[in-house]
């Protein structure tokens, strides 16, 4: 009787910890869909110097600029995307050894 009770337990937090997870991701992807990539201050000066060259009819100069424009907003997504993953990654690892702890105790009781 007091295995069963124990294995209802465990199913019972079992159970929860995977709606727990559930919840988790379903946060993570709003979080995400809401996230978006600002451009830096460099970048927005870039952008602002080719529309110049542009408008200046120096068009030479406009695309050699639009190149390094794209090649850092390339580079700063990525970063972001990066730094995003990352702080969801630690949002997954906490809960998971959270879950881990409260296993390991009901378990041992």
């Given at each position: 009787?007091?295995?069963?009770?124990?294995?209802?337990?465990?199913?019972?937090?079992?159970?929860?910890?995977?709606?727990?997870r559930?919840?988790?991701?379903?946060?993570?992807?709003?979080?995400?869909a809401?996230?978006?990539?600002?451009?830096?201050?460099?970048?927005l000066?870039?952008?602002?110097?080719?529309?110049?060259?542009a408008?200046?009819?120096?068009?030479?100069?406009?695309?050699?600029?639009?190149?390094?424009?794209?090649?850092?907003?390339?580079?700063?997504?990525?970063?972001?995307?990066?730094?995003?993953?990352d702080?969801?990654?630690?949002?997954?690892?906490?809960?998971?050894?959270?879950?881990?702890?409260?296993?390991?105790?009901?378990?041992?009781?």
């Amino acid at each position: 009787e007091v295995e069963a009770a124990n294995a209802e337990r465990i199913r019972v937090l079992e159970e929860v910890q995977h709606y727990a997870r559930e919840e988790l991701e379903t946060s993570i992807e709003k979080r995400h869909a809401h996230s978006h990539y600002r451009m830096s201050k460099g970048l927005l000066e870039y952008s602002l110097t080719e529309r110049q060259l542009a408008l200046g009819e120096r068009f030479d100069e406009a695309i050699a600029v639009k190149k390094r424009t794209d090649v850092l907003s390339r580079r700063e997504n990525r970063a972001f995307e990066r730094q995003l993953a990352d702080k969801f990654d630690t949002e997954r690892a906490r809960l998971q050894a959270a879950q881990d702890a409260e296993m390991d105790n009901l378990v041992q009781k």
